[in-house]
C-alpha cells in the first residue's frame, strides 16, 4: 500500500484549476519531487495532502486510509516551509517542544524528545537560541528537528531551499538527503529548480497548468521527456526544437557535436551549423547559432572544456547527433512520438 | 561648486529641502503648542483670572489651593483609573473583535459597519445616545429589566456615583474597542501565513494557537493600540461633560473636566491651568509603562 | 504506516464538530459585538421617529411604535435649530484645516522619511510627544490667546488652532505610506532631468493618494470630533460646530428635546460609519506601513 495517494485530485479556486485531475502513488521511502514553474499546482498539491487545502474532487490517501475532512495534525504528516515559519518569538528547544505539547506530551518525555531530535540534526547548543540568532542553515535545522519529533509517516518540504544563497544551498542540500537516507522516511518535495530535482529525486512529477506532465526517474524524464514542456522545462541549456514538415524533434545541447568528436561510429545525423556567438565559461563552451533549413530557430551547442577543437564564430561547421538520441514530438499537441512511426 | 552653481541647484539640495519642508510644520507646532505649553506653565504659578487678568506671580500658591480642594484629588484618582480600567477591557474585547473581524461569514459588512459606529460618531455626539440610553425615567434598559421582574425601581445608572463610574468606563471602552480592533486587526494580518499553517500541521488547537502563538506576536501592536487607547482616554473631557459634568457629587470628575470647569466656566484661569498641567504626569506614566513591557516582550 | 490504533471516521467527525463550533462561536461573538456597539444607536433610531405622547409614557414598550412613527422632530431640528448651520461649520472648518494639514504635514513627513537627517529620528520621537501635549492641556492658556488676537466666537479660531491635532498623526501616517514608495521613481526621474521637487510632484505625489485620501479622512474626522477647543472658543451659535452644538443647543432649560437630538446623531454617524466602512482595507495597508516601517 502506497504511502502517500492520490486520485483524481482537483483543486478549482473559483475559474481558476489549479489542479486538475492528478494521480500520483508515492512508493515506501522514496524521495518524490513535484516539480514545475510557479503557478503549475504543486504548492497547491502539497498543500492539499497536509490537510491545509481542501480538495474540489478526488480522493488523498494516507496509508490506504482516506483523509479528506481530517485536519492536518491528525494526518501524521509533518512540513517544512519555504521559510521555515519557525515561531519567533520561541527557543529552539520550545519550537521543537510546540508539536509535543499540542499533543499533550508529558514535560519529562517531552524534553527527552526534544533532546533527541536535536541531537539528530547536532543543533544541542542552539536549543536556547531564538530563530533570528540562527543562519539560514541553522533554521532549516530547527524546522527539520521539529517536523521530525512527532514521528511522522510523511515529510512535506516547500521549497525550502529558495530563500538561501546559492553558496549555502548546495550544503543544505546535502545536509537534506543525507537525513532522508538515514530516516528513510517517505519525502514529497517541492521545487521549480530542475537542477536541485535532478540531484535530489528519486523519482520527479513534472507539472504544468495543474497536471502532472510526466512522473518518473530523473534519468527517464531527461531522456525520455513525455512531451515538448518535459524536453524543455529539463536541462539547462534546454533541448534544442526543431519543426519538420508535420513534428517536431529535438535533441540536447549537449549531445549536439561537432564532426569527429563524436566517440561511437553509430548512426548519427549530420547537420550543417552556423555559429553566430561563443561563450566561454570555464568548464563549458556554449555555442549559439542556427543549422541550415532552419534559420529562425535558435540552436544551442553545449561543449565540455575537454572538446579543444577550435570554432570560429560567423562560419559554418559540421556538427551531427546520434540518431537514436533525437527525441519527436507532436506538432500540435506537443507529446512524444516513438521514432519508428516515423518514416525517416 | 561654485555660489552660482550651488545658487541654481538649491532646489536639489537635501538639506535646504529638509529645511524647507520641515519648518512650516515645526514653526507652526511650536507657536501653537509650545508657546501655549509655556504659557500653561506660566499660569499655573500666577493667580490669573477672567476677573484678574494680569499676570501675578504668585509662587506655589495656585497649586496649593488646586491640591487641597478634594476634588482634585478625587479627579487625578478618576483621571488613572478610568483609563486603566478601561483600556484593560478594550484590549481584551478588541483582540476578540480582530478576530471575528478576519474571518469571512455572511452579514460581515453590516457587523463592521454597526461595529465602527462607536467610533467614528463624534465623541459628543456618540455620548449624546448614551445619555438618552442611561436616562433615569425612560431608559429601555430599565425597562426590559422591570418587564423581567428583575427590579423595580429604575437603577439611576447616571445619578449614582458606583453606576455612574462604571458608566464612564463603560462608554470609553465602548468608543475604542473599534479603533483598537482596526490597529489589531493590521497585526494579525501582518503574521506569516507559513506561520499559521505550521501551527495547524504541528497539531496546536484554536486555544493554545491563540494563546501561545498569535497573541505573543501580536504583542507590539496590542501595544500601540493601548498607547492610543489611553491617550484618547486621559485627554478625552466630551465623555465625561456629556454624560455627566463631572457628577454626581463629583464621582467621575477627570482632569480635563475639573480644569474646564474650573479654568473657563469658573474663570480661575490659573486654577484650571495647574489642574490640566497634571493630565501630564499621567500620560507620561502610562505611556512609559506601556512602552517598557512592550519592549520586554521583544519580538521578531 | 498503520491507522489499525485509531478511529479515523471518529477524528473525521470530531474535526467536523470543531469547525461548526468555531463557525457558532464566530457568529455568536459577531452579533454580540453588533449589538453591543449599535444599542445605544439604534434607541437613538427609534426614538426619533416616536411620539412624544408614546415615548414619554413611562411603561410603554419602548421598541415598539405604540403611536404612529413620525417626522416632527426631524422637522423641528431642520427648520427650528441651527443644526444646518452646525453642519456647515463644522464642513468648512474640517475642509479649511484639511487643506492646512495637507499643506504643512505632507512635506514634512517627506523630509522625515526620505531625506536623510541627522535629527530625523528625534524629529519622529518629538512628533510623538506633541501628541502627548493634548488640548485638554492646552485650552486655558489658547482661549486667551485667541481672544488676544480676537478670534473668538469665529470659525477662524477652530481652523487656526485644529491643525496642532491633525499635523503631528497625520506626519505619522504620511511617513509610513513615503517609506513604502521606493525611491528607485524618484531617482529615476532625477536622473531623466527633473530636480527633486519636479521629482516629487511628478512621481511620488501621484502614488500617495491613498495616503492622502486616509489623511484627509483622519483630518475631517478630528475636526469633527473636536469639543474641548469648540466649547471654550465659541460660545454662540451661529458659529458652533456639530460636536458642541447638537449638546448644547438642543436643550431649553432643563427640558431636552430627545427625539431631535438623537435624530441629529443618527443623521451625521451613519453617513460617517458607511464611508469608513467602505474604505477600511485601505485604512489598515496604510496603517501597517506606518507601524511597521516608521
Known amino acids: 500500500m502506497a504511502v502517500v495517494e492520490v486520485r483524481d485530485l482537483s483543486k478549482h479556486f473559483g475559474d481558476v484549476v489549479a489542479v486538475d485531475g492528478v494521480d500520483l502513488r508515492s512508493e515506501e521511502g522514496e524521495f518524490l519531487v513535484l516539480l514545475g514553474p510557479s503557478g503549475c499546482g504543486k504548492t497547491t498539491l502539497l498543500r492539499m495532502i497536509a490537510g491545509l487545502e481542501q480538495p474540489t474532487e478526488g480522493e488523498i490517501l494516507l496509508g490506504g486510509e482516506d483523509v479528506i475532512g481530517l485536519p492536518p495534525r491528525a494526518r501524521r504528516i509533518a512540513m517544512v516551509f519555504q521559510s521555515y515559519a519557525l515561531y519567533p518569538h520561541m527557543t529552539v528547544a520550545n519550537n521543537i517542544a510546540f508539536p509535543l505539547k499540542a499533543q499533550g506530551m508529558d514535560p519529562g518525555e517531552r524534553s527527552a524528545k526534544v533532546q533527541w531530535a536535536a541531537e539528530l540534526f547536532g543543533i544541542e547548543r542552539l536549543l536556547h537560541r531564538r530563530p533570528r540568532q540562527l543562519s539560514g542553515g541553522e533554521r532549516q535545522r530547527v524546522a527539520l528537528a521539529r517536523a521530525l519529533v512527532r514521528e511522522p509517516t510523511v515529510f512535506l518540504l516547500d521549497e525550502p531551499l529558495s530563500n538561501l544563497d546559492a553558496k549555502l544551498r548546495a550544503a543544505a542540500r546535502d545536509d537534506l538527503m543525507e537525513f532522508q537516507r538515514r530516516i528513510g522516511i517517505t519525502t514529497i518535495y517541492v521545487t521549480h529548480d530542475q537542477v536541485e530535482a535532478m540531484g535530489m529525486g528519486d523519482r520527479i512529477a513534472v507539472m504544468n497548468h495543474g497536471k502532472v506532465r510526466q512522473l518518473g526517474t530523473p534519468e527517464e524524464v531527461y531522456h525520455h521527456p513525455a512531451d515538448v514542456f518535459v524536453a524543455q522545462f529539463l536541462g539547462s541549456p534546454p533541448m534544442n526544437l526543431l519543426e519538420a514538415t508535420n513534428f517536431l524533434f529535438g535533441f540536447r545541447p549537449e549531445q549536439f557535436l561537432p564532426e569527429g568528436i563524436a566517440e561511437d561510429e553509430g548512426d548519427r545525423v549530420p547537420f550543417t551549423f552556423h555559429v553566430n556567438r561563443i561563450e566561454y565559461l570555464g568548464s563549458e563552451r556554449y555555442l549559439y547559432g542556427h543549422v541550415r533549413e532552419h534559420d529562425e530557430t535558435k540552436i544551442i551547442a553545449m561543449l565540455p572544456a575537454t572538446v579543444t577543437l577550435p570554432l570560429a564564430v560567423d562560419q559554418d561547421h559540421k556538427f551531427s547527433v546520434a540518431r537514436d538520441q533525437i527525441r519527436f514530438f507532436d506538432r500540435d499537441q506537443g507529446h512524444k512520438i516513438p521514432a519508428q512511426t516515423l518514416n525517416l | ?300 | 504506516m498503520t491507522w489499525q490504533d485509531t478511529d479515523v471516521p471518529a477524528l473525521r467527525r470530531t474535526a467536523e464538530r470543531r469547525r461548526q463550533l468555531g463557525r457558532f462561536g464566530t457568529y455568536t461573538a459577531a452579533i454580540l459585538f453588533a449589538f453591543f456597539a449599535a444599542f445605544p444607536f439604534s434607541w437613538a433610531l427609534i426614538s426619533m421617529f416616536k411620539q412624544s405622547n408614546d415615548l414619554y409614557v413611562k411603561d410603554n414598550n419602548p421598541f415598539w411604535f405604540n403611536e404612529a412613527p413620525t417626522l416632527e422632530h426631524l422637522r423641528l431640528l431642520f427648520l427650528e435649530t441651527n443644526y444646518l448651520t452646525f453642519i456647515g461649520n463644522t464642513l468648512v472648518v474640517g475642509l479649511a484645516v484639511t487643506l492646512i494639514t495637507l499643506a504643512l504635514a505632507l512635506p514634512a513627513a517627506y523630509a522625515l522619511a526620505r531625506l536623510r537627517l541627522r535629527w530625523g529620528e528625534r524629529m519622529g520621537i518629538a512628533i510623538f510627544l506633541v501628541y502627548l501635549i493634548p488640548p485638554t492641556l492646552l485650552f486655558i492658556p489658547m482661549t486667551r490667546v485667541i481672544t488676544n488676537l480676537g478670534l473668538q466666537e469665529s470659525l477662524l479660531s477652530l481652523i487656526l488652532v485644529y491643525p496642532t491635532i491633525t499635523i503631528p498623526i497625520s506626519s505619522w501616517l504620511l511617513m509610513g505610506f513615503f517609506k513604502g514608495i521606493p525611491m528607485d521613481l524618484e531617482e529615476q526621474a532625477m536622473v531623466d532631468g527633473h530636480s527633486r521637487i519636479g521629482a516629487i510632484g511628478r512621481v511620488v505625489l501621484p502614488l500617495m493618494f491613498p495616503g492622502i485620501v486616509a489623511v484627509v479622512v483622519f483630518a475631517f474626522t478630528l475636526s469633527a470630533h473636536e469639543f474641548i477647543y469648540a466649547l471654550a472658543f465659541n460660545k454662540s451659535s451661529a458659529v458652533k460646530t456639530i460636536a458642541t452644538g447638537v449638546p448644547t443647543e438642543l436643550v431649553r432649560g432643563d427640558v431636552f428635546f430627545w427625539q431631535s437630538l438623537q435624530g441629529a446623531v443618527i443623521l451625521i454617524a451613519v453617513p460617517i460609519a458607511l464611508v469608513f466602512n467602505a474604505f477600511l482595507d485601505r485604512f489598515i495597508s496604510g496603517f501597517t506601513m506606518g507601524a511597521v516601517k516608521g
Open chain 2, 1 to 300: 561648486m561654485t555660489t552660482a552653481a550651488r545658487k541654481r541647484y538649491l532646489s536639489d539640495n537635501p538639506r535646504f529641502l529638509a529645511a524647507l519642508f520641515m519648518s512650516p510644520a515645526v514653526i507652526y507646532i511650536i507657536a501653537l503648542v509650545g508657546f501655549p505649553f509655556v504659557l500653561a506653565i506660566v499660569y499655573a504659578f500666577t493667580d490669573i483670572s477672567t476677573g484678574n487678568p494680569e499676570l501675578d506671580f504668585v509662587g506655589l500658591e495656585t497649586f496649593r489651593r488646586v491640591l487641597a480642594d478634594p476634588v482634585f484629588r478625587e479627579a487625578l484618582w478618576n483621571t488613572f483609573w478610568f483609563a486603566v480600567i478601561a483600556n484593560l477591557l478594550v484590549v481584551v474585547l478588541a483582540t476578540a473583535l480582530a478576530e471575528v473581524l478576519i474571518k469571512d461569514f455572511k452579514g460581515k459588512w453590516l457587523v463592521r459597519f454597526l461595529v465602527l459606529l462607536p467610533w467614528v460618531a463624534p465623541v459628543s455626539l456618540a455620548t449624546i445616545t448614551w445619555l438618552w440610553t442611561l436616562d433615569s425615567i425612560f431608559s429601555p434598559i430599565d425597562w426590559v429589566l422591570r418587564e423581567l421582574g428583575l427590579i423595580t425601581e429604575n437603577m439611576y445608572w447616571l445619578g449614582r456615583p458606583g453606576s455612574a463610574m462604571a458608566s464612564v468606563v463603560a462608554v470609553q471602552t465602548w468608543r475604542i474597542v473599534p479603533l483598537a480592533a482596526v490597529i489589531v486587526m493590521a497585526g494579525l494580518i501582518a503574521i506569516p501565513g507559513e506561520i499559521n499553517d505550521a501551527v495547524a500541521v504541528d497539531g496546536a488547537g484554536s486555544w493554545r494557537k491563540r494563546f501561545q502563538v498569535t497573541i505573543p506576536l501580536l504583542a507590539p501592536i496590542i501595544a500601540v493600540a493601548v498607547l492610543f487607547g489611553v491617550i484618547l482616554t486621559i485627554s478625552d473631557m466630551s465623555v465625561v461633560y456629556v454624560l455627566t459634568r463631572g457628577g454626581p457629587t463629583h464621582s467621575t470628575q477627570v482632569l480635563s473636566t475639573w480644569a474646564f470647569i474650573k479654568g473657563i466656566e469658573g474663570g480661575a484661569l490659573g486654577q484650571g491651568a495647574a489642574v490640566a498641567l497634571f493630565l501630564l504626569p499621567v500620560l507620561i506614566g502610562i505611556t512609559a509603562v506601556v512602552l517598557r513591557l512592550a519592549r520586554r516582550r521583544e519580538v521578531l
